[in-house]
Each structure stands twice: as structure tokens, then as C-alpha cells.
């Protein structure tokens, strides 16, 4: 199992800058970089630049960039993300692949419940206003399982 822990966004960014070497045979040398990246703050009071490096677990709001990206009309400010243990993010908030209501904007693929920022009271399920995909469980890359009672199983 893998406990949630909240991470709050904080008011400021960091530019992270650099180089790489290509490793495609076209490709002529190296290549300059430039991140930003949100700082966010842990429960514990350490300080992640970027949720890229947000340990798994964490749980975080990210705003909305683009309307079309919001199924759920009109209350999308921002949606809840979570790091799952194999490191991929998942947006609570979004749409599943295998939505059976792809046009209803008023269901939620997943339904949440609980405080963020009490994580440990953090459930995610199908009890609710939600389609037939699934039963509640999570599918990121090589991890599928459930966020139940704040913690990931």
C-alpha cells in the first residue's frame, strides 16, 4: 500500500535550465533546456519543485488550462491529481478512457470522497451520480488498482 500525502501548490515557480545529448542518429549535438515548474509543499514541510518530481502518494490540485479539457461543466476551476505508486499522474477529475457517458458532463467517471487535504480520509469509488466503466479501480501504465481510504492498494 501506498499512503496519500497532500501537496499544496505554493505562489511561486522555478526555472529549471540545461543541456541534453540527442540520441537520434539525425540529430547534430546537444540541446539547450528550459523548465518552469510549480513548487509544491509536502505535509512533512520539504519543498518539491514540480509535480514531475512529487513522490508517489502525493495528491495535488492543478488548474484547468483549456475548457475543452473539463468534462465535468460548469465547476471546473481545477482538478485533483494523484501520483500513483509507479510514479504515473492521474487526474481524479478527468474523464476514464472507457467512459459509457462520454457526452453527460454531469457524471463523474470517478467519484471522490473525503478531503484532499486530509488525505487519509481521501476514497475514491463508483458511489455516486458515475457511468459503467469500470468499478472504480485505476489504470496507469503498468499500475491498476484503487485509491480506498487514503491510500493506494
Not at 509543499?41 to 502525493?58: F, I, K, N, Q
Not at 492543478?62 to 509507479?86: G, K, Q, R, S, Y
Not at 488525505?119 to 469500470?134: I, N, Q, R, Y
Request: proline share 7%.
Amino acid at each position: 500500500m501506498t499512503p496519500c500525502i497532500f501537496a499544496e501548490q505554493l505562489d511561486r515557480t522555478v526555472t529549471k535550465a540545461g543541456t541534453y545529448r540527442c540520441n537520434s542518429p539525425e540529430c547534430d549535438g546537444d540541446h539547450t533546456f528550459s523548465r518552469t515548474s510549480n513548487v509544491f509543499r509536502l505535509a512533512d514541510g520539504r519543498e518539491v519543485d514540480g509535480s514531475r518530481d512529487l513522490p508517489p502518494g502525493a495528491v495535488y490540485f492543478a488548474p484547468i488550462l483549456a475548457d475543452f479539457l473539463c468534462p465535468h461543466e460548469p465547476t471546473c476551476a481545477e482538478h485533483l491529481h494523484a501520483v500513483c505508486p509507479n510514479g504515473r499522474h492521474w487526474d481524479v477529475d478527468s474523464r476514464a478512457s472507457n467512459c459509457t457517458l462520454p457526452d453527460d458532463a454531469k457524471h463523474r467517471c470517478w467519484v471522490r470522497h473525503g478531503n484532499p487535504r486530509q488525505p487519509s480520509s481521501l476514497h475514491v469509488d463508483k458511489d455516486g451520480f458515475t457511468c459503467a466503466a469500470g468499478a472504480g479501480s485505476i489504470q496507469a501504465g503498468d499500475y491498476h488498482g484503487f485509491l480506498a481510504h487514503g491510500a493506494f492498494t
